[in-house]
């Protein structure tokens, strides 16, 4: 995804983030200390990181989106980096260059590299200041025999530094047979984004995700995700009008229209609401009030989350 951030290195510098860890290995410290110490500067980088976005959020004004892009591209950095290290000075291993890349054309058959996916709303790219994140590991049908640990040491990592990560390893047939059978499986792949590791592989999974789950099955998918929404707001009051409105899973609230997205991207394969236009579905002014409404809601949403100082998503007096 392209971020549209300004001065994004203020934000996280990752060339200076690996020069910082490369520094600690030159000095030859034993194993253990040397990724306790790079535990410490990956804290502090997504530390920085976290305070420049609020004071642009409190100080300059920025808005919503800016801000949930600008959490997003944080935390795509801090991953990379960590996958990186992880697999050239943690469990190094012959065939890897240490920089996400497994190069030339594979076919798919990536030699064993694993590729990292961002799910859910992270996927999209927007990630509220105390939100979880979703990550998926995709292993080839022949993983390398260490891939298990660096999983285990991304997610510590990720844990140590105070982040709250939800997480699955899957292969691609795993995935499949998932999403066939569970709805909120199939709506979190639907928004998967490739964040590091073999490209080819995700590029491999999002064809055979549209082949064989989405293929046909855009009606029923358009009737369960709406009866989903019906139950949704039958359970926080169905009304527009409570008192102490919950701003994600409310009636009109962000998952209302985020449930629009995944009708619109299931039936057309949009990766932008402005595509529909194109398409003839919607008409510009219904692309400018759905992103009006998206923005004002993104906004008041971190509004809230710096105020109580966790996700907090509803509006109390």
């Known amino acids: 995804m392209a ?26 410290q034993e194993p253990l200390r040397t990724r ?48 990186d290290f992880a ?56 993983a390398r025999a260490d891939s298990e640990k660096i ?12 982040l709250k990560v939800g997480h699955a390893t899957r292969t691609i047939d795993q995935c499949v047979e998932l999403a066939k059978g569970d709805l909120t499986i199939r709506s979190s792949l639907l928004e998967a984004r490739w964040l590091w590791g073999a490209r080819e592989l995700y590029d491999v999974f999002d064809d055979t995700f549209w082949r064989k789950v989405v293929a046909g099955t855009g009606a029923a998918f358009v009737e369960a995700k709406l009866a989903e929404r019906d139950a949704r707001h039958a359970r926080m009051g169905d009304s527009r009008y409570v008192l102490e409105p919950h701003i994600k899973e409310g009636k009109g609230g962000l998952r209302d229209l985020q449930t629009l997205f995944w009708i619109a991207k299931y039936l057309y394969r949009v990766k932008d609401m402005g595509e529909l236009i194109d398409r003839g579905v919607f008409t510009s002014a219904d692309v400018r009030h759905f992103r009006k409404s998206q923005d004002f809601l993104w906004t008041v949403r971190c509004h809230l989350h710096y105020v109580a100082g966790r996700p907090e998503e509803r509006l109390t007096f």
């Open 36 to 83: 306790s110490n790079a535990t410490q500067i990956f804290k502090a980088a997504l530390y920085r990181g976290v305070g420049e976005i609020q004071r642009r959020f409190e100080e300059e004004r920025i808005r919503g989106p800016e801000s949930v892009q600008s959490n997003s591209y944080l935390v795509d950095q801090l991953v990379r980096c960590i996958y």
């Open 3 to 28: 971020y549209r951030i300004p001065n994004r290195r203020a934000i996280i510098n990752r060339r200076d983030l690996v020069e910082e860890l490369d520094e600690q290995v030159r000095r030859g």
């Open 151 to 162: 999983v285990e040491y991304i997610l510590y990592t990720l844990w140590d530094c105070g």
């Open 87 to 142: 697999v050239k000075h943690v469990y190094p291993s012959s065939g890897r260059d240490g920089t996400g890349e497994t190069g030339g054309d594979t076919g798919g058959d990536t030699g064993g590299e694993m590729a990292i996916l961002a799910t859910g709303g992270y996927g999209r790219g927007e990630l509220w200041p105390f939100s979880d994140i979703d990550l998926m590991f995709l292993l080839p049908p022949r």
